[in-house]
């Protein structure tokens, strides 16, 4: 494993990036995805994002939940045209 590193203005922020070959490969997709509207008059969007993991040859090994994610929408979901 080789670091690299990430210049900014007041420091260098190591960021690990592994190098070595794998015999897995990922893909990560949305699941589950609903928008709320909260008491306070704003609007919640949830989601889960899942991982699907397969081997060298391709065959699914695992689908893994990666994160339940709730972020507040800074915009009403249905915008006019």
């Known amino acids: 494993m080789r670091p690299m590193w990430l210049q900014s203005m007041k420091q260098e922020i190591p960021i690990v990036r592994w190098e070595a070959p794998s015999s897995r490969w990922a893909s990560i997709y949305q699941k589950e995805h609903?928008?709320?509207?909260?008491?306070?008059?704003?609007?919640?969007?949830?989601?889960?994002?899942?991982r699907l993991v397969h081997d060298a040859m391709g065959e699914l090994v695992a689908d893994e939940l990666v994160a339940d994610?709730?972020?507040?929408?800074?915009?009403?979901?249905?915008l006019e045209c």
């Open 34 to 50: 609903w928008i709320t509207q909260e008491p306070w008059g704003g609007y919640v969007r949830h989601n889960n994002i899942y």
């Open 69 to 78: 994610n709730h972020a507040i929408m800074m915009y009403p979901p249905m």
